[in-house]
């Protein structure tokens, strides 16, 4: 049973490139969630997606956006990169509709962005 | 304001000694507690998961207490191994189903 699988697992790019990240669900669930973890700090919310929908949002501007595929996979698109967009983004699956969808919840191993 | 705190920033021991690792929140409404082990680099890992009527659960040599009155975990690790030194994360869930993450606790575990 394949766990959460994140693509690629590392990356570098130039400040004011554009960059797509991927992410597969584990088997089963149908909610990715996507986060920032910058080196020494907690993961930082970025936005959730279930049915295809942003379903929440956490405090990132407008140049990060996201989509979700009918097979549950989702991609992190960041715009205009600049060099605090740096970190660690990582994936996380979960059933949307458990009576506890937080039992489920599992992270994937991350792609490590480095803007230069 | 929702916030999980942890302490102490980081912590180093010697192989075999045990450890604590503090949590303190103010998320409300609490739904439910839970660790993460992160080894660097990688994504996070769930060692233990309390809701608001557990008040310890164990995985292994981990064990993690909550007491919700005071809105305090710790995670306590026994007879630690090379293979612990990580960073530990404490994970407050709301109905929002929103997760608050603490800092995290990096532990080093020298032999």
């Known amino acids: 049973d394949a766990g959460v699988t994140q693509s690629p697992t590392h990356l570098i790019k130039t400040r004011g490139q554009q960059v797509t990240l991927r992410c597969s669900p584990k088997s089963g669930h149908d909610t990715v969630s996507w986060y920032q973890q910058a080196l020494g700090q907690g993961p930082q919310f970025i936005f959730q997606?279930?049915?295809?929908?942003?379903?929440q949002r956490g405090n990132f501007p407008d140049r990060f956006s996201g989509h979700q595929f009918p097979n549950y996979s989702s991609e992190l698109n960041v715009n205009a990169l600049l060099l605090g967009d740096s970190a660690l983004y990582l994936c996380?699956?979960?059933?949307?509709?458990?009576?506890?969808?937080?039992?489920?919840?599992?992270f994937g191993s991350g792609t490590r962005l480095t803007v230069v | 304001k929702n916030q999980v705190e942890q302490s102490p920033q980081s912590l180093i021991i010697l192989e075999g000694k045990n450890c604590t690792l503090q949590c303190n929140y103010t998320v409300s409404p609490f739904s439910n507690l839970r660790w993460y082990k992160q080894d660097t680099g990688r994504g996070p890992v769930s060692l233990t998961i309390m809701t608001f009527s557990e008040n310890t659960k164990s995985n292994g040599r981990y064990t993690a207490t909550l007491d919700a009155d005071t809105k305090q975990s710790s995670l306590h690790i026994t007879a630690s191994q090379l293979s612990d030194s990580a960073s530990y994360i404490c994970?407050?869930?709301?109905?929002?189903?929103?997760?608050?993450f603490g800092p995290g606790t990096r532990l080093s575990v020298l032999p």
């Open positions: 996380a699956s979960s059933f949307f509709w458990g009576s506890r969808p937080y039992l489920g919840y599992t």
């Open positions: 994970v407050v869930y709301n109905y929002g189903q929103n997760f608050v």
């Open positions: 997606y279930y049915e295809e929908e942003e379903r």
